[in-house]
């Protein structure tokens, strides 16, 4: 699986987007896009995932960019209970890592008052 | 639904003990996998399986074994406990199919003396 970059930390005001930054520079034609969060050393939780296009849920919104080099994880208001690690994953959609999730050090997201 | 229920949540064991944590999922998933997370990093995958029967090592497994005992029940056991193995514990399932929408349990902080 493609390995991916992102920020160590990030900081976002509440009731504002937050916009959370990935680079999967390496990434192949059959590998999604994952994102997961884990809030105070819970269990992480699904967020959303995509291939090629844009996508939206009832928690976020994912943009990948047309090459697929990088993508955004949009939380566009953000609350107090978003502040979490927020990892980004590659997946391959086959092949011996089937199933399998590659976690990096994630991206620590502080909602602010 | 209880979704994914880890046993138990804390632990103490002296080096050298053993024993088993207890995973089940109530979802009809046919994927189960153990990870452990030590402080300050990512999630690291143990042992998975990716259907009821089967079972493989994961990035981690020295020093752990594995039993997926039917559908819903994937226990991970530690056979001589040593102080390396101290961390927190996350069972997760999915669907087994391209969707990769884990659902984790809770946990199990475990730590050796």
């Known amino acids: 699986d493609a390995k991916t970059t992102q920020p160590p930390s990030m900081d976002c005001a509440e009731g504002r987007a937050a916009n959370l930054p990935c680079n999967h520079s390496?990434?192949?034609?059959?590998?999604?896009v994952y994102w997961y969060r884990q809030i105070h050393s819970q269990g992480p939780q699904y967020i959303i995932h995509?291939?090629?296009n844009n996508e939206t849920n009832e928690m976020a919104s994912l943009i990948i960019t047309e090459d697929r080099k990088s993508s955004t994880l949009i939380l566009p208001h953000a609350t107090l209970r978003d502040t979490a690690v927020y990892y980004c994953?590659?997946?391959?959609?086959?092949?011996?890592?089937?199933?399998?999730?590659?976690f990096g050090q994630g991206t620590i997201l502080t909602v602010h008052p | 639904n209880a979704g994914v229920t880890q046993t138990p949540k804390f632990q103490v064991l002296k080096t050298g003990q053993s024993m088993t944590l207890q995973c089940a999922q109530d979802?009809?998933?046919?994927?189960m996998y153990w990870y452990r997370q030590d402080p300050g990093m990512g999630l690291r995958l143990i042992y998975y399986?990716?259907?009821?029967?089967?079972?493989d090592k994961g990035e981690v497994p020295n020093g752990y074994n594995v039993s997926r005992l039917n559908k819903r029940e994937f226990s991970l056991r530690l056979e001589s406990a040593a102080p390396s193995q101290t961390s927190v514990y996350f069972c997760?399932?999915?669907?087994?199919?391209?969707?990769?929408?884990?659902?984790f349990g809770s946990g199990t902080r475990l730590t050796v003396v």
């Open positions: 390496t990434i192949s034609g059959n590998e999604y």
């Open positions: 979802m009809n998933h046919n994927s």
């Open positions: 994953i590659a997946v391959s959609a086959g092949g011996t890592s089937y199933g399998k999730l590659t």
């Open positions: 997760a399932s999915s669907d087994g199919t391209s969707n990769y929408g884990y659902t």
């Open positions: 399986s990716a259907s009821e029967g089967t079972t």
């Open positions: 995509g291939l090629k």
